[in-house]
């Protein structure tokens, strides 16, 4: 596949999981840094009853400070808000099955986190060494300056995988608890006012009531709106929140 322009590892990947007919799909990096040698080890994984199986540089032949250390950091950090643990999301050689991936929709840069997106779906995930050479060719354009950008998608995925399907149930609590403490607020300004005869219109808990009574407002609004949103994601485009493995003794009589 010839992209018509540089649209990214995940376009890249998206685009090659759409047309992939294998019952297993491997990924791997083409700057050699890989050895395809590994694909059988994954494989055997595979067979062994994993359905996503992630390759480990656990030697890796990268700069401490500008690639291994943010990959510390960002791999610990991934682990920790998925529930999914792995010591290197960012290594490409990995085994999925072909199922698996056709209920994951990738955009953005979110091709780091399939084995965590892939989580909900209950798949087993198994991580192997894996073999990792010096870069002989080309110019890596990941570093520290992408760290910002892992840390905003791994909460756009923490959010898909516990909210997608329920968006009110954090909207709503935020805008529970904000306008509970705001109201909170208002009455206790209300006894100052009313019954000790203080002026409140100079005192800053009165902005801080205003605010935080508007906040809830405004987040329990935005919880109806996604929730008509997912209603209308998952209705109009018929799709399902759930995922099959198999079906024993189904009954397929069109007639009924």
Not at 4 to 31: H, L, P
Not at 59 to 77: E, G, I, K, T, Y
Not at 167 to 179: N, Y
Request: proline share 3%.
């Amino acid at each position: 596949v010839r992209f018509r322009r540089n649209f990214g590892q995940t376009a890249a990947f998206a685009a090659a999981f759409e047309r992939a007919v294998g019952e297993v799909v491997i990924t791997i990096d083409a700057d050699l840094q890989n050895d395809p040698a590994d694909i059988g080890k994954l494989l055997q994984k595979v067979d062994e009853g994993y359905d996503v199986v992630s390759g480990w540089r656990i030697q890796r032949q990268d700069r401490w400070l500008s690639r291994r250390l943010p990959s510390v950091l960002a791999n610990r950090l991934i682990s920790l808000t998925t529930g999914v643990h792995l010591h290197d999301y960012g290594c490409s050689l990995k085994a999925y099955r072909r199922d698996v991936l056709q209920h994951i929709q990738l955009y953005g840069e979110l091709h780091r986190f399939i084995p965590a997106i892939a989580s909900w779906q209950g798949v087993a995930v198994a991580e192997l060494p894996v073999t990792h050479a010096p870069r002989q060719y080309g110019q890596s354009k990941y570093g520290i300056d992408r760290t910002l950008r892992v840390i905003l998608d791994l909460i756009t995925v923490r959010f898909l995988l516990s909210y997608a399907t329920r968006p009110m149930q954090v909207f709503g609590k935020l805008g529970l608890w904000s306008f509970a403490v705001g109201l909170g607020l208002g009455v206790y300004l209300s006894y100052v006012r009313l019954w000790e005869q203080q002026a409140i219109g100079d005192r800053p808990l009165l902005l801080l009531t205003v605010l935080l009574i508007v906040l809830g407002v405004q987040f329990f609004c935005m919880g109806l709106l996604s929730e008509m949103l997912s209603r209308i994601y998952f209705e109009g485009y018929r799709k399902q929140t759930y995922t099959v493995r198999e079906e024993l003794n189904a009954y397929s009589d069109p007639e009924l």
